[in-house]
């Protein structure tokens, strides 16, 4: 299924995504059903869950674009692709505009989780950012917060980085405009999530310039592999929270099985694709998005 699209170059293969040039100006995304966990490729991959992770961020780039524009277009598929091409492009690629990537993770987090936890126990900070003592695991912020990371090529490992260090990557106005854009971001999706039942505990943006140096919202929004989505019903404080992502692999492989993570990676066991599948549809389901 990697190689299904031949008609078009390919321009980069990603951890999830491949993209295929098209001209000058726009290049063909598609989300594979490939699955990264620790920035390590899995083996098998998760049925459906390129069609899910795109329409999933579709739904959020119409429903954000107020906020900021994005990288999408109006070029339809059927214009560049055929037969067996187009069908499996259907669902899950997109024609997108060609931009300047900005060379950072925009990671915003309201509740305590993942590595920012872990810094918070053994610093008390969370990417040189003070947060108050005695929170639990799983508990809310007192306010969002950005907290950028260096963008790791395949194979290689995303390593956080403090506010100043964003500033001597990316020059400080830049990093300023994209943590307030994000913050906004992350308020608005997280308060629609919450009336559905799903506490939007963390999440990661990607951005890029457009030729004129506009800042352009791009690559995934608010997904399951981008985000982590708990589940409000059954949430509670200093407890692993019910999750709608890719936390359920993470701790299988973590806690399961004790993965050194080292390639190479185990395989699944076919219950753990089916479930992470249905996790993923779960989201497209509580936010009444059609596929």
Known sequence: MNNCITSLPKLYSGKVRDLYNIDEKYMLMIASDRLSAFDVILNQEIPKKGVYLTQISLFWMNRLKHIIANHLSDKKLANYLNGNELTYANGRGVIVKKLKPVPIEVIVRGYLAGSGYKDYIATGKIS???????????????????????????????????????????????????????????????????????????????????????????DEVLTPDSSRFWDANTFKIGVEPDSFDKQFVRNYLEKEINWNKIPPIPDLPSEVIAKTSDKYYEIIRRFNIST
């Open 128 to 218: 040189g950012i003070s947060i108050p003592p005695g929170l639990e695991k799983a508990e809310k912020l007192p306010a969002p917060i950005f907290t950028p990371s260096t963008k790791a090529a395949v194979g290689d490992h995303d390593e956080n980085i403090t506010l100043t260090q964003c500033y001597n990557l990316i020059g400080k106005e830049l990093t300023l405009q994209i943590e307030k854009v994000a913050l906004e971001l992350y308020t608005s999706a997280n308060e629609f999530a919450n009336t559905h039942g799903i506490i939007l505990a963390d999440t990661k943006f990607e951005f890029g310039l457009d030729e004129n140096g506009m800042l352009i919202l791009m």
